[in-house]
């Protein structure tokens, strides 16, 4: 028995549970791109109408994030991820009937399911504080965020196919169902408490917001977030579009094109993880691995996206996005698990911080994106400025990020 915990140890099983709650976040709040087709073809919605639908999701993930890192750091991640998850899973499945009662209900339906889904990070953060060994946070936290790659690769073909052949309320019913059934499986399989060494009995403390706010370490990983959502956030919005305008694919084919990059970022990203934690037992200080993987993050992105306005062809084009993407991923070996080096026992509330500056870009960006190809007929200028973005970024991360203990 004791040889078979040492090879499956408990925090295993946390942080895989954890990234199926990351992987339905992600199906869950993607599934509206595409059944949006079939719903505006039934409904008659103009592209404004549209566009509202995809778009008020991230209104109420925005607006109870900050509070999910508090709630997570007071109550513990498992009964907030779990609340979560029955809250915005109901939601799912509640989308059908709102859509057919009226349009008001349906942009309430998705306020509400990001409200639910604003838990999902602040709340993984506290359980990985819990129950992950420091030594091995980087690559915890590398896989747990990176599922969301697979989460939205798995999501628009699988959401197409049913609603392809059974119609589209059914992904709403079938992936609410699925989030229920992890919800199950979250409470059976879990404890409460802590899988590692459990802070002072000053853990309950209240939580420092005038040293968080006049910290430049926790800005400078507010600052990477945002920088990083940028890119991630319009890549994700507009990538098949790209590959169908610039080089002609069929929509079958941009989306094929579309999965690889974030094929790629998954790989990455867990190669990161990997790498900073090896690093870290090797003695290298938190402050030089954080900094090192963000500079090949951010560096390695605007180098790549500066080159993919030349592509000649949809190949190099595939390939320079998968390098861009891939580069990126590192951001999930720095700034993500970064919060745990300067503030453990408030790493969730730094995360629910960041998070609600870093979800502007799925609302600006995207909307940036669209008017700059609207006025230049190309998407070189939106490649030019998240390259921008992400050097900058990189910049302020490098001057004011640090991995030392800030907080205590």
């Known amino acids: 028995m004791t040889n078979h915990r040492a090879r499956w140890p408990a925090y295993y099983t946390v942080v895989l549970l954890l990234c199926a709650a990351t992987f339905i976040s992600y199906i869950d709040r993607t599934n509206i791109s595409v059944g949006a087709i079939a719903m505006r073809a039934q409904f008659g919605w103009t592209e404004t109408q549209k566009g509202l639908v995809l778009s008020s999701f991230f209104i109420g993930y925005m607006v109870l ?30 989308t059908p009937p709102a859509a057919l009662f009226s349009l008001s209900a349906l942009v309430g339906t998705r306020i509400a399911l990001g409200l639910g ?44 196919w049913l609603v392809h052949t059974f119609g589209w ?54 600052v990477a977030h945002f920088c990083n959502n940028w890119s991630l956030y319009v890549l994700l ?50 402050t030089f691995v954080r900094k090192l993987m963000q500079t090949i993050a951010f560096g390695g992105t605007a180098i790549f996206l500066l080159q993919i306005p030349g592509a000649g062809s949809v190949t190099t084009g595939a390939v320079l996005m998968c390098c861009a993407t891939g580069s990126l991923a590192f951001s999930l070996a720095g700034f993500a698990p970064n919060p745990f080096d300067i503030a453990p026992r408030f790493a969730d509330v730094i995360w629910g911080i960041s998070n609600t500056f870093a979800t502007l870009p799925g609302i600006l960006g995207v909307l940036i994106t669209g008017w700059l190809v609207d006025r230049t007929g190309s998407y070189s200028a939106p490649f030019y400025l998240m390259a921008g973005v992400a050097l900058l970024g990189a910049i302020i991360y490098l001057a004011f990020a640090s991995g030392e203990r800030q907080i205590d």
């Open 117 to 160: 889904e604003a838990a999902v990070f602040p709340a993984a953060i506290n359980m990985v504080g819990r129950w992950v060994p420091p030594l091995h946070r980087s690559r915890a936290v590398a896989l747990i965020t990176s599922t969301i790659y697979l989460g939205t690769v798995f999501s628009l073909p699988a959401t197409g």
């Open 237 to 286: 919005a507009w990538l098949p579009s790209y590959f169908k305008a610039t080089f002609n694919v069929s929509i079958a084919n941009a989306g094929l094109f579309s999965a690889a990059p974030w094929l790629t970022s998954f790989l990455m990203a867990n190669v990161a993880g990997h790498w900073a934690d090896y690093l870290l037992r090797a003695g290298r200080s938190p």
């Open 65 to 94: 994030m900050l509070a999910s890192g508090a709630l997570a750091n007071r109550y513990g991640g498992k009964i907030v991820l779990g609340i979560a998850v029955v809250w915005w899973s109901l939601f799912t499945a509640l």
């Open 169 to 222: 309320p059914v992904p709403f019913y079938a992936f609410g169902a699925l989030g229920i059934l992890w919800v199950i499986m979250w409470f059976a399989g879990v404890r409460g408490g802590y899988g590692v060494e459990p802070p002072d009995a000053t853990a309950h403390a209240a939580i420092p917001w005038g040293k968080l706010v006049r910290s430049s370490p926790v800005w400078a990983i507010v």
